[in-house]
Each structure stands twice: as structure tokens, then as C-alpha cells.
């Protein structure tokens, strides 16, 4: 697969700044928000936002289909 220059320059950048920090992600974000902080402009934090609630497991088609023959009322016809 051939290189993607511009790819490339962005994974250099990512191991230079990982080495930088001793490839520590805790120092690298505390850096961020030093820069943050320092440069002026005005960032905004967004409220966490809930979790989506599981669905409940999908069932099987079969299975569904011959419990509702089973639990029906009605007896089940002859081919």
C-alpha cells in the first residue's frame, strides 16, 4: 500500500509529541489544557450526556414463532 504523505506527517507529529511527554497521556493532556489556557481564545465544555440504555437481546425468529404456536389457544392445522 503505497504512503500517504500527509498521513505520514501525522503520525510523525503524534510520536514526536508522545515522546515529548515520555508517552505519558496524563502530561500530554495537561499540556493541552495549559495551551488552552494560555492562548486566549474561549473553548466550551459540553454537559456530559447520559449513556444510551441498552435494548433488550433480539430473539430468535424461530424461537418466537414456535412459542406463539405452543401458546396459542388454537390447535395448530393439518398440512
Do not use: C, W
Not at 506527517?9 to 495551551?35: C, K, M, P, T
Not at 454537559?47 to 412459542?67: G, I, L, Y
Request: glycine share 2%; aromatic share 4%; proline share 10%.
Amino acid at each position: 500500500m503505497p504512503s500517504d504523505p500527509i498521513t505520514e506527517e501525522i503520525r510523525n507529529i503524534r510520536h514526536n509529541l508522545a515522546a515529548q511527554f515520555g508517552n505519558d497521556v496524563s502530561r500530554i493532556f495537561a499540556d493541552i489544557r495549559q495551551r488552552e489556557t494560555s492562548d486566549g481564545r474561549t473553548y466550551v465544555t459540553l454537559p456530559k450526556r447520559p449513556a444510551p440504555t441498552q435494548m433488550a437481546e433480539p430473539v430468535d425468529a424461530r424461537e418466537t414463532s414456535a412459542h406463539s404456536v405452543l401458546n396459542s389457544n388454537s390447535t395448530p392445522r393439518s398440512p
